[in-house]
């Protein structure tokens, strides 16, 4: 066991217009998780303390923040990767509803512009069997079906931070999965999204979006590769 202190930044706008930070000393063991701690500190110290959490195991992506100053999952960060005085903040470039909680609806707006669902005018196979694709086609966006939607990307981004209207890369993640499909057709209205003023031109390849998914999608590439279906007219 170790001594770790959890630092929060807090807000309620019920009881005070600004931000603060609490304090909480807690014995904790290597192996626990961010998540434990805060769970600990709200069962045990401070009911008030609001964050999302759901599954606890990396899947859902409810409870992405801030932590030593990197977008991460409470529930996938050990204690034994940080150091005795642990600092945690809400998401960057979004509005703090209460606490560690910030207003994503903005972030699944520009989700669903994209069209993050799968688009075909072609008959469905007879005898309810599946569309077939090959091994190397299924490849072709792999990556990015690994995406749990947590918006630690889109939180780390600077053209976000600039312009909350940039779309994110969350957001082109979703769009590439379907966009190198082989087996979908709205390639084109998702490129159309892409390419407006707030899609992927947006993007500068700061790379922090990488360096901050849970998930390990190499997300500057894949907007890359809808930059460049952009630029040539061509999916491949
Ligand atoms: Fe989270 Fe990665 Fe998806 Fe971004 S691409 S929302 S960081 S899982
Ligand atoms: Fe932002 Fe990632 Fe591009 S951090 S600028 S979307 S490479
Ligand atoms: Fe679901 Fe952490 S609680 S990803």
């Not at 110290?45 to 991460?72: K, P, V």
């Not at 700061?206 to 998914?213: M, S, W």
Request: aromatic letters at 8%.
């Amino acid at each position: 066991m170790a001594k770790v202190t959890l630092k929060i930044k807090r807000f309620d706008p019920q009881r005070e217009p600004a931000s603060w930070w609490s304090e909480h000393a807690l014995e904790a063991e290597p192996t626990e998780r961010v998540l434990d701690l805060l769970n600990r500190v709200k069962w045990e110290q401070d009911g008030t303390l609001s964050f999302r959490r759901s599954c606890g195991h990396g899947i859902c992506g409810s409870d992405s923040m801030r932590i030593d100053g990197a977008n991460r999952l409470a529930c996938k960060t050990l204690v034994s990767e940080l150091g005795s005085t642990i600092t945690i903040e809400p998401l960057l470039g979004m509005r703090v509803q209460r606490d560690l909680i910030v207003d994503l609806e903005p972030f699944f707006a520009a989700y669903r512009t994209v069209k993050p669902y799968f688009i075909s005018d072609a008959p469905p196979p007879p005898d309810g069997r599946e569309r077939l694709q090959t091994p190397a086609q299924r490849l072709r966006f792999d990556d990015t079906t690994k995406c749990i939607l947590c918006a630690c990307c889109t939180a780390s981004c600077p053209s976000f931070w600039a312009s909350s209207e940039y779309i994110g890369p969350a957001s082109i993640v979703q769009a590439h999965r379907f966009i190198f499909d082989s087996r979908d057709e709205g390639a084109g209205e998702r490129l159309q999204v892409a390419g407006e003023t707030m899609g992927v031109w947006r993007c500068h390849t700061a790379f922090n979006c990488t360096l901050a998914c849970p998930r390990g999608i190499n997300i500057t590439q894949a907007i890359g590769e809808v930059k460049r279906a952009l630029a040539t007219g061509r999916v491949e």
